[in-house]
């Protein structure tokens, strides 16, 4: 029993020394750094930094999804701005995607701020190849005709749910890659920040923009179907709908 009880302590022990010896990285750097006997050519303390977990390997996706956000912001400006003028004069389409526009632009304000507290940093280039337009045929990646965002109506809101959809899709593809059990990769910091600030919204977004897509195509399908569209905007600028 004796011996037993040896093992178990001589076991913790071990692995309390592995720990100290695995985490202590900025320790050992300030000791580098400071140490009378330090080469000249140390310079700074590389490890004491806010980096924990697998942000460095999750980093690069939430860059992409960053700018995926920022992109999609300046799209859904475009579709607003379109119903906004004096010849399509639909106010009500025009808020709409001018509330999405700004809650798509503070989302990629928010996420670059939380790449930054995690410690690492922003890249405005790392842009996914959706937003540049990419198609692969099979053999090599080629640009794609741009994208025409003066719709009607009908269109436009089905092509903000596509957006929405692909938002979405690309968030819970991070949230596999952090939830893995990989070692090294698994960040439940990340998760539980995706899932808080994300995951909800998209899924009130899409449900949102999927009843005013199906209730607009049963209104169109009547015999003034002017007067219909007419109608749904101005639910949609007086917040009735």
């Given at each position: 029993m004796v011996l037993g009880i040896m093992k178990t302590v001589i076991l913790l022990l071990t692995f309390a020394a592995l720990a100290l010896c695995a985490d202590d990285f900025c320790y050992k750097d300030t000791q580098r750094a400071c140490s009378p006997t330090s080469s000249k050519l140390v310079t700074g303390v590389p490890n004491?930094?806010?980096?924990?977990?697998?942000?460095?390997?999750?980093?690069?996706?939430?860059?992409?999804?960053?700018?995926?956000?920022?992109?999609?912001?300046?799209?859904?400006?475009?579709?607003?701005?379109?119903?906004?003028?004096?010849?399509?004069?639909?106010?009500?389409?025009?808020k709409l995607y001018r509330t999405y526009s700004d809650s798509l632009w503070n989302d990629g304000i928010e996420l670059i701020k939380y790449i930054?507290?995690?410690?690492?940093?922003?890249?405005?280039?790392?842009?996914?190849?959706?937003?540049?337009?990419?198609?692969?045929d099979g053999s090599e990646s080629k640009p794609s005709p741009k994208p025409n965002w003066?719709?009607?109506?009908?269109?436009?809101?089905?092509?903000?749910?596509d957006l929405e959809k692909e938002l979405a899709e690309d968030i819970f593809k991070i949230h596999l890659d952090a939830d893995s059990l990989k070692p090294g990769q698994h960040d439940a910091e990340v998760v539980h920040h995706i899932e808080e600030e994300f995951v909800s919204k998209h899924r009130d977004a899409i449900r949102k923009l999927s009843g005013y897509t199906y209730d607009l195509g049963k209104l169109l399908d009547t015999p003034d179907a002017s007067l219909a569209v007419y109608m749904f905007d101005e639910f949609l600028q007086n917040d009735k709908y």
């Open positions: 004491c930094n806010a980096k924990y977990g697998a942000i460095d390997k999750l980093q690069s996706s939430l860059q992409k999804y960053t700018n995926e956000l920022l992109y999609r912001s300046f799209d859904f400006l475009l579709m607003s701005t379109f119903y906004g003028n004096y010849i399509k004069n639909r106010p009500g389409f025009e930054e507290t995690r410690g690492g940093t922003m890249d405005f280039s790392n842009i996914p190849n959706n937003i540049l337009n990419l198609e692969n003066e719709l009607n109506e009908y269109t436009s809101l089905a092509k903000a749910l």
